[in-house]
């Protein structure tokens, strides 16, 4: 059980495109979805924490008009990275939770390349 | 906050070895994942734990509170277990983590 699947796996575009990934608990209700980014060879670094039917909280240096956040229901988040730019490219991964002190569960991550 | 310090940062053993990996962190917290992050990415949640040792197969997962130091051993290695091991303490009553930087195991047949 706990399965949570993140879509599209791997997006490949052009500089100012827009990019919405999508996290979804397949099999429990996520109160709460964390986004993440992961650079190389670096520790994973919390972007967002996204509760449903409320405004996601922003870590200090992420843009929120930049990296916008929709949790619109227990069992989907999605992340939309606005106007692109090379400097966005990085592994971007999603997880959820039940509630506090309970485990979160990955997806398996989506590898964002802007050219 | 939190400072999560993991040893080693880069293991390799031969298949069989028993492996540790250990896992410092500064401040008191409610409970300490395990994480698994696989080479392409994907992140796998081996344990939480608050206390004492959890075992799931040839995982364990020890923590000691007082100390603030947690634990991960692994029995009979095996290639398949090459990955980067996370440690994530959360702090009480919080959903947020705080990563370890990892340490990368492989594990050589």
């Known amino acids: 059980g706990a399965v949570v699947s993140q879509h599209p796996s791997r997006v490949i575009c052009k500089s100012g495109t827009s990019v919405k990934i999508e996290c979804r608990s397949l099999?429990?209700?996520?109160?709460?979805m964390f986004w993440y980014r992961q650079f190389p060879k670096q520790s994973l670094m919390l972007m967002a924490t996204?509760?449903?039917?409320?405004?996601?909280?922003?870590e200090q240096g992420v843009e929120k008009d930049k990296f916008l956040i929709n949790h619109a229901s227990l069992t989907l988040s999605t992340l939309t990275v606005t106007s692109a730019h090379p400097e966005d490219s990085s592994f971007y991964i999603c997880?959820?939770?039940?509630?506090?002190?309970?485990?979160?569960?990955f997806g398996d991550g989506t590898r964002l390349s802007i050219l | 906050k939190n400072e999560v310090e993991q040893s080693p940062q880069n293991l390799t053993a031969q298949e069989g070895e028993f492996i540790t990996i250990n896992c410092s962190y500064s401040?008191?917290?409610?409970?300490l994942h395990w994480l698994q992050q696989h080479p392409g990415g994907g992140i796998v949640s081996l344990f939480m734990?608050?206390?004492g040792k959890k075992k799931h197969g040839r995982l364990i997962a020890t923590i000691n509170i007082q100390e603030k130091h947690s634990s991960l051993h692994i029995t009979a290695s095996h290639p398949r277990d090459s990955a980067v091991y996370i440690c994530?303490?959360?702090?009480?009553?919080?959903?947020?983590?705080?990563f370890g930087k990892g340490t990368k195991l492989s594990v050589i047949p």
């Open positions: 997880s959820a939770s039940r509630g506090p002190n309970q485990p979160q569960h």
């Open positions: 099999d429990f209700q996520a109160t709460t």
């Open positions: 996204s509760n449903e039917g409320s405004k996601a909280t922003y």
């Open positions: 401040v008191g917290i409610s409970a």
């Open positions: 734990l608050s206390s």
């Open positions: 994530a303490p959360s702090g009480a009553g919080s959903y947020q983590l705080t």
